[in-house]
Each structure stands twice: as C-alpha cells, then as structure tokens.
C-alpha cells in the first residue's frame, strides 16, 4: 500500500484574523494539515482542526430532516423566490468570489444584503465621508514609521503577530537613530500585554477618546489649554500630551493603530471617535505624514465592503428591492429589518458567530431562514434551528480564492485540503441558477 504523499505549501496566508499573515508553511498529509510554521496560536488551532468531518445527520437538512444537497439548494431557491422581503447576511467568512456570487443573488431576488459592520456603519462611513481617511499599508508601518500610537486596542491579544511582524524592534523608520525601531506610545489600558512593551503609556479610560483625540489636535495646533480642565475630561496629565503631541508633530511617519471600536464598527455609541481618530491624523499630516491603520477582526470583512462598493456603489447595507441599490446604514440592518417585519426570510451565508449575530439569534425564530455555514452544527453557539442547512467547505483551508487583508491588500487563498462539501460560491451560483430559471427577467431572458 503507497503511504500518503506528504505537501508542503509555503507563504500560505492566514484568514482567521484582519493581519492576514502571509508567510505560513504548512504541511498536508493524507487528507490532514500535519504541521504549521510561523503561525499563532489561533491560527494554528484552525489550521489544525482542518475539516470537521461529515455529518449526514445535520450537514444538509430542511427543518431538521436529513436530505441531500440538491434538495437542499433546490428547496433554498423555492423559499427565495416565493419570498417578498428576503434577506442576506453575513459574507465574512467567504472569499472574495463567494462575496460577488452573494451580491449577484440578492440583486437577483430582490432583496437587501448587509455584513455585520452594517449596523455601525454610519459610525465610520459618514464622519470619515466628511473629513476623508489618511491611510497606509501594513508594509508602510514596517518599512517607514518611527512613531506608533496604539490607540485604545491591544493587538497582543486581538492580532498576536502584528507586531512582530510590522513594528518590530529590530525595524527601523526614517529617523528612528538606526539603533532602535519605531518609538511606541499606547493610549489606553496600561494593563494591557501591548501596554506593558511600549514606551510611553497614557492610560486613558473607554469613552474618553473623543475628549483624548481633541486634546492632541489642540496642542498640535498650537492652543493653550487649561492643565486642570484636561486631566479632568482625559484623566492623563497635559505634560504627558505634550509629549505625544511632539512626538507626532515631528516624527518622519507616524501611525495611529486602532482596532475596530474606535473605528466606530462595533459600537454605535463611537460614532464621533473614528472621526476624531482619523481627522487627528489628518492634522498631523499638515506639518509631517501620519496615517491610520484599522485592525479588523477575523475572516474576510473588509473584501466584504469592497465587493459591496464596486458592485452596488455602497459598502454595506444595500436595499436592492426596487431594483436599483439604495444605502440604508443602521435603516437596513438585519436587526432592524427582522424587528419591524420588513424581512419575511433570512439567508444567513459565511457569518462569524462569534463575533456577528449574538443580537439576532434571539429574533432568527420568527421568520424563515436558510443558514449556509462551513462549521459542523454541535459547534455552533446555542440558536434556533434553521428551516434549512447547507454545510460548506472550511473558510481558509478548503476555499481557494482572494482574501483581503485589513489595510486593503488582496492575497491568495490556495485551497489545502479536498473538502465533501461545496464552497459558499458553489452553494449560491446554484442557488442564483434555480430562481432565474424561476424567474425570467421583464425582457424573457432569464
């Protein structure tokens, strides 16, 4: 008996984080990842848990019953086409491909389609709308920043290998003496593991990083300010601010590095932040350049707002029920849509439950929905059962196509293990085939 043929894939990147590391070796051996290299923790857990085999009892079924695959898609494409108000969700744990084949449907159908940064994305899209985004790539950070400010996150814990990999200590900005890499000031906790290797802490409390953001675009602007009113509204001294403030005033490229809730997408009470974070940055550039780097949590988010922004214009909640898209942030949430009955069915395809659907699943029993997901079904959190199930291949290890990293860069997906299940853009492209035969457009073509 030929024993199994072991593979080694190199520079494989890494979707179960926004860093999207791209430098993984990994080894496959009979149907197996066996073995991974530079990977953290996290990731390695993923790599490692591969494809949870088979269950035919949940894999594909309709209200509960086992069936096949083409019964289930067949039965998915009836529901979408009876449905007046359908709506799909989700789309970060797909790839960029997966993305379009969603967007094509719901243009199809008729409906609405969002991602969970939909319902804060008045948060970072209006603000930003109005006074633009200083941006830069992870590479940039590496190879030109000398000042790094962590802005209340901690990528330690959120995004291991960030650091390590794009400020390191041994790397060097323009003016950083060549002794020494980028000077690192964290804004925030001062507990936290980010906190403990900078070199100058400003503990801030949350909900103060409006009042923070302020205080350093005054003192870069040259105004006076009163000592006492600042350590008040910031609970960090002016002295300490000035210190930031000239660090970034002078620096070669400086780096605001925040994560997701000071980027206004996972809190709607933050809307203000991002947009203090991100015009900071800009009033540093006026005299030096400086930049914001958002860190963005796991699976394929940001390809999510591109796909959304090139096929529709917009970049989340798009309502396609008149036949043109319309942008509805917050209006046309899935929460929202669900709690004033304008969804009479919900697609719910590619989603991080984790992370995206903990105020929804609360609500998923009061209509219809379709739930399209590459995890077997005992290791998804607690919810109601959905009216139909398709298992699809594992996001990151079974699904070749185009990851996008959280500063915007596309990387190849290659495809590790042979999956039993189809892919996410399998499951929709033979969805969208079904209702077009169903529905021929007003012209006859279908």
């Known amino acids: 008996m030929t024993p199994p043929q072991r593979q080694r894939w190199l520079d494989v990147a890494c979707g179960f984080c926004g860093c999207a590391c791209d430098d993984l070796n990994v080894d496959v051996e009979g149907g197996r ?3 991974i290299e530079n990977a953290c923790e996290s990731a390695r857990g993923s790599f490692l848990a591969g494809e949870v085999p088979a269950d035919k009892a949940t894999d594909f079924s309709i209200v509960g019953e086992p069936v096949g695959y083409e019964q289930a898609v067949s039965r998915a494409a009836d529901l979408l086409t009876e449905a007046e108000a359908p709506f799909i969700y989700g789309l970060t744990r797909m790839t960029s491909e997966a993305q379009c084949a969603a967007v094509e449907l719901a243009d199809r159908i008729g ?36 000042v790094i400010v962590f802005w209340q996150c901690d990528p330690e814990r959120t995004h291991p290998r960030f650091r390590k990999r794009y400020c390191p ?24 593991k980010t906190a403990t290797k900078a070199d100058q ?21 040259g105004h006076e300010m009163g000592e006492s009113a ?10 300490e601010w000035k210190l930031l403030a000239e660090r970034l005033r ?14 206004g997408l ?13 015009q900071l940055a800009i009033d540093v550039c006026n005299r030096t350049r400086c930049s914001v780097v958002t860190l963005r949590g796991p699976g394929n988010p940001v390809s999510a707002e591109m796909v ?18 319309r942008y509805g942030p917050a209006e046309f949430s899935l929460e929202r849509s669900i709690a004033r009955r304008e969804a009479d069915l919900v697609v719910i395809v590619g989603e991080d439950w984790d992370h995206g659907l903990e105020s929804i699943c609360g609500r998923l029993g009061s209509v219809p929905w379709i739930l399209i997901e590459d995890r077997a079904w005992a290791d998804l959190p607690a919810r109601p059962a959905p009216t139909i199930r398709i298992r699809t291949a594992a996001f990151g290890v079974a699904t070749p196509g185009t990851l996008f990293r959280a500063d915007g860069v596309p990387l190849p997906l290659p495809r590790l293990l042979e999956s039993p299940f189809p892919d996410a853009g399998r499951v929709l492209a033979d969805m969208l085939a079904r209702v077009a035969r169903a529905t021929p457009t007003a012209g006859g073509e279908p």
């Open 250 to 263: 002078t620096c070669h490229y400086g780096v605001i590095v925040c994560e997701e809730r000071q980027a």
């Open 308 to 325: 959304f922004t090139w096929q529709t214009g917009f970049p989340c909640s798009v309502d396609l029920v008149a036949g043109y898209p």
């Open 266 to 278: 996972s809190d709607w009470s933050n809307r203000y932040d991002a947009a203090a974070v991100h």
């Open 33 to 35: 990842i066996i073995g």
């Open 169 to 192: 200590d041994g790397s060097v900005g323009p003016g950083a003496g060549g002794s020494r890499g980028a000077f690192v000031i964290c804004v925030g906790d001062p507990g936290t």
């Open 201 to 221: 802490v400003l503990p801030v409390s949350r909900g103060r990083e409006y009042e923070a953001a302020g205080v350093v675009r005054g003192l870069i602007a």
């Open 230 to 239: 600042v350590f008040d509204q910031t609970g960090v001294s002016l002295a």
């Open 111 to 146: 409906g609405r389609i969002d991602t969970p940064a939909g319902l804060f994305c008045p948060a970072l899209g209006t603000p930003l709308q109005q006074s633009g985004v200083s941006s830069c790539t992870f590479g940039e950070v590496r190879q030109r920043a000398d």
